[in-house]
């Protein structure tokens, strides 16, 4: 992983998460593609210091370019867990509506075209299903409550499947047989504020005085600096005590001058 001629796929690169291990990765010198929809909002975001492949990974058909001579992928993509309009409703949806999706989800389904089942599901399998059998490494960021769905405040997240959608995603990951990492935050701050929340509303930081923790088994609650989630993507990329690990992040208790990513890795 250690070559200048490495090239690194980050697919979610203008979300929140994404712009941050974008940033992490131009610091270590490493080339970058991006997969986007967006070229525009990519350059603008980006100048020229990345390369920019357009694809859709809704779009099975749309990923075959963004592939070529890639050794790692960090996939950052993630709609909202609510219907808002990152779902791309073909028509806004009123309260009757969404209340009938409680018990019928097909419904939002057919009507928008970003939902958690099309993006955070659907679309990762799609990821994968285009990847380099000879990836070095997938790096997903998935989400804390995976196990816990029927657990407070989680049940509460998942009323229309996000966390459905991403156990599914990770599933598929696992099965691939691509070496990966996945990721589980927990609610996450820190700038850039880019999610629907209250945490974004308020603009809710860590200052950069909380720690990093690593925890295994979806038992950990808690915030998540996404500055912090950005550099854990990177730095796993460079140990092999991070393959194959599925594990939470959250960030609690009194901050260490370094984070010793090394010594949180090969304790999980």
Known sequence: MNSSKDIILVVG?????GQLVVSKLLEKGLPIRILTR???????????QVEIAIGDIREPDSLTAAMTNITSIICCTGTTAFPSARWEFNQNPN???????????QFLEDKAKNTPSKVDNQGVTNLISAAPKNLNRFVFVSSCGILRKRQFPFNILNLFGVLDAKEKAEKAIIN????????RPGRLIDGPY???????????????????????????????????????CV??????????????????GNRPDIIDWEKLFSEL
């Open 95 to 105: 309260m009757i509506e969404l209340g009938i999706t409680l018990f019928n989800p």
């Open 176 to 183: 691939s047989g691509i070496p990966y990492t996945i990721i």
């Open 235 to 252: 730095e796993s990329l460079f140990h092999q005590s991070a393959v194959n690990k599925v594990f939470e992040i959250v960030n609690q």
């Open 194 to 232: 880019t999610s629907y929340d209250l945490n974004t509303l308020l603009k809710a930081t860590t200052a950069g005085k909380l720690n990093v923790v690593f925890k295994t088994g979806d038992i950990i609650t808690g915030d998540s600096s996404r500055i912090d989630v950005a550099a854990a």
């Open 13 to 17: 690169s203008t979300g929140g998460v």
């Open 38 to 48: 967006n070229a525009e909002k990519a350059v603008k975001m980006f100048n020229d």
